[in-house]
């Protein structure tokens, strides 16, 4: 299957019971992880009195931290089974929030400890994340990619349509605690479904070596980088993503501020419009299925670039409420489409024996981007005022589409791995 060319797939395709139960072991941990959506800072304000510098840093810091401690364990995943590491980094994220009932239990809580589960959880985050795309790479052919990633997508935006308003009631009966519990619980239920899959997976493609070199290191960005049509697609979604995030905060400003919005509002300004990434992402596979992947992949990606720009004429009142979900909800849309055939290209380009590597890359330098920008946005929105911060994080977001792959990619030309055996 070419990226460039249509895609012949029936409706509600079956992946197989495998996918299936990794399926639900992301829907249920992604699930757990919007119900505890804000948990961290409002632990430390409500429980630990910190001030908006220390919630600041909890956000910012404990991201970037976390994405460098991933980066050694790319390569370290490589070289191992994926599902096992799956199981392990689950696990390792079940366990370290664990500690922080038990620690405010013991009237132990610290602002350090929520620092380091952040790290922690962080880190195991992006591993994760990595070895699932390898793993997905190896449990399903080519030609499911793109079906798969999609219903990840829909998933995606069904929990946080979901989460939100389920953790917030959680948090009003029970404080925010307890939805760290419960974000832990989905982690050890996730597991417990990788476990289940049961089968054998394809060994790697050669043992790790006994100590990890420099360049083993960098082997990911090196990979992306030598790749032509990973390169700008690379840069496209770092600079994207991070201008959209580092717009959230000067918009909170915004609204909750100088506009005067209750906090119910500004939640339902971006939570309704979530629909739209579950329409979007089951267009995504009809419209590749019709027009191609790379026709989708550039018009997805030019029409997701002109919406943040509109936030800048947020005014107060039921019209500026309206025009945020009306702005927020045909980003969404379009990121939807586009984000599902976006994984499906890069891990069409990636060989099997690269994929935890460039994947592990991918996501650090994203994350590492959006902390980064973030953090300039907050002293810009300081100096020159929200609406222009959000304004000029638009006026860039017009340019990425220049960073998108002028050219239909075509699959790496590597063998296929051998099939999962069930």
């Not at 970037?64 to 590491?85: D, I, N, Q, T």
């Not at 909750?256 to 990434?277: K, T, V």
């Amino acid at each position: 299957m070419r990226s460039g060319h249509r895609l012949d797939h029936p409706p509600g395709r079956r992946l197989g019971p495998r996918f299936g139960w990794l399926w639900g072991a992301y829907g249920t941990s992604a699930l757990g992880t919007w119900l505890a959506f804000g948990a961290f800072p409002l632990i430390a304000v409500r429980v630990l009195h910190a001030g908006p510098a220390e919630v600041a840093a909890l956000s910012s810091a404990g991201a970037a931290v976390g994405a460098a401690v991933a980066v050694p364990l790319g390569p370290w995943v490589e070289f191992r089974r994926k599902r096992p590491v799956l199981i392990a980094m689950d696990l390792v994220r079940c366990a370290a929030l664990l500690t922080i009932p038990v620690a405010f239990a013991l009237g132990g809580l610290t602002f350090l400890q929520l620092m380091l589960v952040s790290v922690v959880v962080g880190a195991a985050d992006i591993t994760f994340r990595a070895a699932s795309g390898a793993y997905l790479k190896t449990l399903l052919p080519a030609a499911d990619l793109l079906v798969a990633n999609a219903r990840f997508e829909s998933t995606a935006w069904t929990t946080t349509i979901i989460g939100p308003p389920l953790g917030g009631a959680a948090t009003g009966l029970l404080g925010p605690v307890a939805t760290v519990v419960a974000d832990a619980v989905s982690y050890l239920l996730s597991a417990l479904g990788l476990r289940a899959m049961g089968g054998q997976e394809p060994p790697p493609e050669r043992r790790p070596a006994a100590r990890l070199r420099a360049g083993d290191l960098l082997d990911g960005w090196r990979y992306i980088l030598a790749d032509t049509t990973l390169r700008p697609l690379f840069f496209n979604t770092a600079l994207f993503n991070g201008l959209v995030m580092a717009a959230e905060p000067p918009l909170a400003v915004l609204m909750l501020g100088r506009l005067g919005f209750a906090p119910w509002q500004y939640g339902l300004a971006f939570a309704a419009p979530s629909i739209g990434g579950l329409l979007g992402s089951r267009l995504a596979r009809p419209l590749a299925a019709r027009f191609g992947q790379h026709r989708v992949l550039v018009v997805s990606g030019t029409l997701r670039a002109p919406w943040l720009a509109g936030l800048a004429l947020t005014g107060p009142g039921t019209g500026g409420l309206l025009l945020v979900a009306g702005v927020e909800l045909g980003l969404i849309f379009c990121c939807a489409v586009f984000n599902p055939v976006s994984a499906t290209y890069r891990l069409e380009r990636t060989t099997t024996d690269r994929a935890a590597r460039t994947l592990t890359a991918w996501t650090v330098t994203t994350k590492a981007s959006t902390a980064l920008l973030t953090a300039v946005w907050g002293v810009l929105g300081s100096l020159l005022g929200p609406r222009t911060a959000i304004g000029l994080a638009g006026a860039l977001l017009l340019a990425t589409p220049l960073l998108l792959p002028r050219r239909a990619a075509t699959p790496h030309p590597a063998p296929e791995p051998a099939p999962v055996r069930p």
